[in-house]
C-alpha cells in the first residue's frame, strides 16, 4: 500500500469575478423560470401554477364555485392577472415575485365575513412545486456546462 504523501499544493488562479457573475445570472435565470412557474405555466403539455387552479366549468354560469373549492371563471380577470417581477439584486439578496394586483383576489384566498375561503394561491404553488424543484436540482450542472462552454474560468 502506497502512502500519499500529508502535504501537497494546488494552486489556481480563477477569476472568481466572472465566476461570481455565471453562478448569479444562472440563479437570476433559475428564480425568474420559477416565478413564472408559480403564476401559472405549461409543462409537459400539463397547466401548472396558479392560472392552473380556476373552474373552469363555470365559465358563463351565474352558478359559483362550490364552498372550499377555487374560485370558478366569470370574465377571467383574477386569473389573467398574475404577474412576475422579474428578478433583481438587493444588496446581497436577488428578490422574484409573482402576484396580482386585484384586489378580490385576497377575498376569494381568506373568505371575508359570511364569504367563504376559495383558496387557490397555495394549491397553485403546490402545483409549479416539482417543477421548481427540477429546475434547481439541475442548476449546478448547468452552471458546470456554462463554465465549460465559456473555456473554464483559468486566467
Sequence with gaps: MTKLPAKFDVKH???????????????????????????????????????????HDSLGSDK???KGGPPGVLTGTLRRSFRTRR????????????????????IHEFGLGRMP????????????????????????SRIRARIQKEGGLMR
Design 64 to 66: 359559483p364555485a362550490p
Design 87 to 106: 428578478a433583481s439584486a438587493e444588496g446581497k439578496a436577488i428578490r422574484v415575485s409573482a402576484g396580482t394586483d386585484v384586489l378580490y383576489a385576497r
Design 13 to 55: 488562479d480563477i477569476d472568481a469575478a466572472r465566476l461570481a457573475a455565471i453562478l448569479r445570472e444562472e440563479v437570476t435565470k433559475t428564480l425568474n423560470i420559477s416565478a413564472e412557474a408559480v403564476a401559472g405555466a405549461s409543462q409537459g403539455g400539463k397547466a401548472i401554477g396558479i392560472r392552473s387552479v380556476f373552474r
Design 117 to 140: 375561503k376559495r383558496p387557490f394561491m397555495k394549491k397553485g404553488i403546490k402545483s409549479a412545486s416539482p417543477f421548481i424543484r427540477r429546475q434547481f436540482k439541475s442548476l449546478g
